[in-house]
């Protein structure tokens, strides 16, 4: 049991970008029904306009027991009351399927929350001798409220379409529902498709190297062969999931695994010195090369779930009037930023050497190039426009890496449902969540790209733009494919 008590011991934290200092500490176990530990983070808010809403952290817990070393998801108690938060700044809002809860402040504020000390309850009694880890995903809320979807100016654009209550109650008819091109949906849209009417949570940056690091730590050698590009028992320093140009994807084998019984630890490695996990070893940007399979086990394995084309460009918009061809930021302004003109490259406070409104990263045109640490442009006092912020202050909707949605060419959009993970993947490890598309791209596949990427041009990053629609290279590894996910 001396490898578990290490296990337990360890410190148990990572951040999604460094500029707001997620934090979560060591947990502990008070009890053989509650798991504790503390929790910070940078520039926590709640505002009451413009538009009204907070931000939160996303918490869920992994136990590993000492028999088969699978790592497997905790249920938490749906009760509020259960879980006991320390101080007076934050509160805790639990999630009807147990699968987790959300931090966020308590009043209106905009605040460091410096460390809180947070004691959850289980669902059910759980082993104390077990191995734990517990984990956090800065998110955004998205408060319920009419907007438009299509601009009618930007490529395979919607027409235009209003989302009330009343269609979100009702469903959306496939005749409305089909564009200027044709590229929609082949049924009506039920009501308990993810319109975006209603509230939710998005999260506030695309996933990083580093989450989707820990992400690749917790599963077996088996799993771990099924969703990287690279077998784990490879050598030390051999790439997970890029191609040999990797495109400043450092997510590398840091120890060996042993073929059908041990599985590799991975850790970044950017500037593949073999010196894991430095301070410029790219942990906070954002993670590319990730199909729809790698997405969506991720989205799954974190109980969240893809976002709808309907979503994505609610949290851009939000509650304003279409602009034609315009960016997440609300505005036709862009200022280019590439990976080969940085400060403090690979750091956690890595920054563009441009800045100004509509900074983006976008038109490398040059594939040894990459993407940028999740929310690169923010800075001191920098307005939404100069941050690259969407209406609700969700970052990076435009430019990076593309963000993969429900949704596309001929897609039976009936078939989806606002239903999350659950925290467990499938034999195979891939997402086994009813209704969610199995395969991504154009044709009928059930995922399309949106917001554009580092590497490709001004017209793909537009809100309404659907360019990639017959596209499909998100069935396979690409430089410019991650996301980010809801809930």
Known sequence: MKKNILLILCSLFFSIAKANNLQIGTPTLPS???????????????????????????IFVKYQNCTDNIWRHVDLSTTAIDHTIGGSQLTVETVNDAKGVFLKLNTTSITNIASATIRLKFASLVDAAYNYKVFGIEMVNIPAGNFVIGDGASGYTFSGITITEG????????????????????????????????????MKYE??????AAYLNTLTYNLQLNKTANSPA???????IAGTTNCRNGIR????????????????????NGTFDETDDGQSIACNWLSWKDLTAYLDWSALRPMT????????????????????????????AHSNALTNSGQSSEVSTASGVGLCAYGANNTNFG?????????????????GASFYGVMDMSGNVSEQCAGGYNFNYSTFTNTCGDGELSVLGEANIMGWPA???????????RGGDWLQGWDHLRVSTRQNMTTNFNNSRSSVCGGRGVR
């Open 439 to 449: 395969t991504g791209g154009g044709n009928g596949g059930g995922a399309v790209m």
């Open 207 to 212: 996933i990083s190297q580093e989450q989707f």
């Open 32 to 58: 053989s029904t509650t798991i504790e530990f503390t929790v910070q983070w940078d520039n926590a808010w709640k505002v009451a306009s413009g538009p009204s809403n907070h931000d939160a952290v996303w």
């Open 309 to 336: 084309e309907f979503e994505f460009e609610k949290v851009c918009r939000g509650s304003t009037a279409a602009l034609a061809n315009e960016y997440a930021w609300g505005s036709t302004v862009l200022l280019q």
């Open 371 to 387: 993407p940028l640490r999740c929310g690169f442009a923010p800075r001191t006092a920098t307005s939404r426009v100069e941050a």
């Open 234 to 240: 490879s050598a030390v320093g051999t790439l997970a």
């Open 253 to 272: 084998i840091q120890t060996v695994g042993v073929s059908n019984n041990v599985p590799a630890v991975y850790g970044c490695d950017l500037n593949n």
């Open 167 to 202: 269609i979100q109650s009702a469903g959306l008819g496939a005749s409305s529902v089909y564009q200027v091109s044709g590229y929609g949906s082949t049924s009506p849209l039920p009501a308990t498709f993810p319109l975006g009417w209603n509230s939710f949570y998005c």
